[in-house]
């Protein structure tokens, strides 16, 4: 079984930073691509960053652009998120999920995730 577990969310003001860790068990997980998504109250879950399963190449979406970083370290089954530059909209429930396919796609979410984070940047 499959189990993704999230931590080093909190409360950060603007500006500031956060790294996200996301820990993986239950599957060879150096053989898959791996992505951090955000959801906001009242908006849909939204895609952030996503890293193929070699660490290279590595994709971010359009509000997260050089701002968030996503790396990852196969020897110790995590997949990571440097957020720097903190904005109030980044604000939301940062997920991690886990793609089944060793490189990114965007034709299908991935099928596992984790239970959520919680980022709260304050003004």
């Known amino acids: 079984q499959v189990q993704l577990v999230e931590s080093g969310g909190g409360l950060v003001q603007a500006g500031g930073s956060l790294r996200l860790s996301c820990a993986s068990s239950g599957r060879t997980f150096s053989r898959y691509a791996m992505g951090w998504f955000r959801q906001a109250p009242g908006k849909e879950r939204e895609f952030v960053a996503a890293?193929?399963?070699?660490?290279?190449?590595?994709y971010s979406g359009d509000s997260v652009k050089g701002r968030f970083t996503i790396s990852r370290d196969n020897a110790k089954n995590a997949v990571y998120l440097q957020m720097n530059s903190l904005k109030p909209e980044d604000t939301a429930v940062y997920y991690c999920?886990?793609?089944?396919?060793?490189?990114?796609?965007?034709?299908?979410?991935?099928?596992?995730w984790g239970q959520g984070t919680q980022v709260t940047v304050s003004s």
């Open positions: 999920g886990g793609y089944s396919t060793p490189y990114y796609t965007n034709y299908s979410p991935p099928p596992y």
């Open positions: 890293i193929s399963w070699d660490g290279n190449p590595t």
